[in-house]
């Protein structure tokens, strides 16, 4: 786009001579630089190695006329101002002219006074025209910048709330030392295992999140029953099944969390619509809830309970064989098995003497 600032440069377009020259002549002695053009062609190429302010157009050009040049300056040189010269019997051409992006048209003979006051006021609004484009590009940026901004707000706003969450979580699982950990592991074995599956970066984030607070309904749930051992009356039973209802309730408020929520809401579905609390099955669950709910078999049995003997990693994946196809996604399992074994190819890794 040209600026509104340096020297004001004219281009006169009109094949008979004494007209260029008089012209010329008139707008040389008020300031203007001034170049003139015999035809269309000559205005083109004049355009295309030079900057022009402002072009006064002849409508009736021998070759390409000032009707089908308009739009050809104005492609070139989008911020000059077109004004046409035309006869007094051919105000329809330059009215066309004026459709196409021509400011104003002057009738021949042209009166020399008159050419200096619709000069001026084409290069007047040229001028605002320009102003006008350089504030709404100016306004563009500036609501990309400040959306920029917020988004970036936003997303800090977000981490904070995610781990104020999971302190929440830890400060809950500290207090039991059977649980201590779990829902890191949880998160970690099923952000894994959802890479595994080959899902988008962005799911295997929201499963890590949702592995990391997909028990905080436990909160909502009485500390005596929690801390409860030996086996749960039907009653208590009901209560503990609540944490996932209360656990999507608490996260309800951080739309952000939308798919986090429905894999805390959903995780103890099982593949065969047995589980709780909306009895969805298969592919019908959210592919994270499935994937939380087998881990979080599988951490139960892998880490030292009151009730049972702590498995080997790969004695719990062969024990939750008999889960599959009932509770867990066949599909799920052997993922988790793939992560397993070559956790554990690393692990022995590690280990080896060289
Ligand atoms: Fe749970």
Redesign the pocket.
Known sequence: MASTDGPVTLLVVDDEEAIRNAVRKFLLHQGYEVSLAATGEEALAILQRQKITAILLDVNLPGTSGIELVPRILELEPAAAVLMLTAVNDATSAALCMQRGALDYLLKPIDLHHLDHALRRALDRRRAIIEGQQMSRWLKEEVAVRAAEHRHEQAVQERISVATLEALVNALEAKDPYLRGHSARVADLSASIAAHLGRPDEEVEAIRTAGRL??I??IGIREEILNKQGPLSDEEYEHVKQ??VV?SQILAPLVHLRDVITCVRN??ERWDGFGYPDRLAGEAIPLGARV??AV?VFDALTTIRPYQEKMSPEEAVERMRDLVGTAIDPEVHQALEAVVSRRQALVFLDDAPW
Request: negative net charge; glycine residues 24%; hydrophobic residues 15%.
């Open positions: 997909h028990d309904g436990k944490h996932v656990g995780h103890h939380i709910g979080e």
